[in-house]
Nanobody, 117 residues
Framework: QVQLVESGGGLVQAGGSLRLSCAAS????????MAWHRQAPGKERELVAA???????YYADFVKGRFAISRDNTKNTVYLQMNSLKPEDTAVYYC???????????WGQGTQVTVSS
């Protein structure tokens, strides 16, 4: 079965950095577009960044210039490098995969990111 397992979350001070990883199994990773979403308490889940099977990228305006998404198809892993973190980046971050979009086919369990002021 398909599994997406996130790691790398934690507690960091404002201005700090974290790198999230999402290891995928059970799917032809290179054929899927991958994305990171997040959900803060009391808010709806939102798209943070996405990377296509051809490595084209998309970023939400609120993370442009601070976050970078990348993928390593040899390791079936997608990454989210998060720099200059702000308290408003605090959320559970989810990895997701889609073969054709826009609906995502698979989701991970999420990893908590907490940014203290």
């Amino acid at each position: 079965q398909v599994q997406l397992v996130e790691s790398g979350g934690g507690l960091v001070q404002a201005g700090g950095s974290l790198r999230l990883s999402c290891a995928a199994s059970g799917l032809t990773f290179g054929s899927y577009a991958m994305a990171w979403h997040r959900q803060a308490p009391g808010k709806e889940r939102e798209l943070v960044a996405a990377i296509g099977s051809g490595a084209t990228t998309y970023y939400a305006d609120f993370v442009k210039g601070r976050f970078a998404i990348s993928r390593d198809n040899t390791k079936n892993t997608v990454y989210l490098q998060m720099n200059s973190l702000k308290p408003e980046d605090t959320a559970v971050y989810y990895c997701a995969a889609t073969k054709r979009g826009p609906r995502y086919d698979y989701w991970g369990q999420g990893t908590q990111v907490t940014v203290s002021s």
